[in-house]
């Protein structure tokens, strides 16, 4: 759920924060970067917990 929120805040909050901004300002950028960054750490997060899952429930992942 964290991993979720993470990921629309940066994908979707950032996007409307940014989108009065001039393409080539400084704080366009930042925020652009923030943006991103979120939606990167919110994919890690999401990923991670899904290994952990696999983990303690003793899941065998075999390729196919």
């Known amino acids: ?3 979720g929120a993470i990921f ?3 994908a979707v909050g950032m996007e409307i924060v940014g989108e009065p901004m001039e393409s080539d300002s ?3 950028n930042l925020t652009t970067m923030v943006e991103e960054g ?4 919110g994919i890690i997060l999401f990923t991670r917990a899904l290994l952990q899952y696999l983990k303690s429930n003793q ?3 075999q390729p196919s």
Do not use: K, N
């Open 1 to 3: 759920m964290i991993a």
């Open 8 to 10: 629309v805040g940066g």
């Open 26 to 28: 400084l704080l366009y």
């Open 38 to 41: 979120m939606e990167m750490f």
């Open 59 to 61: 899941i065998d992942v």
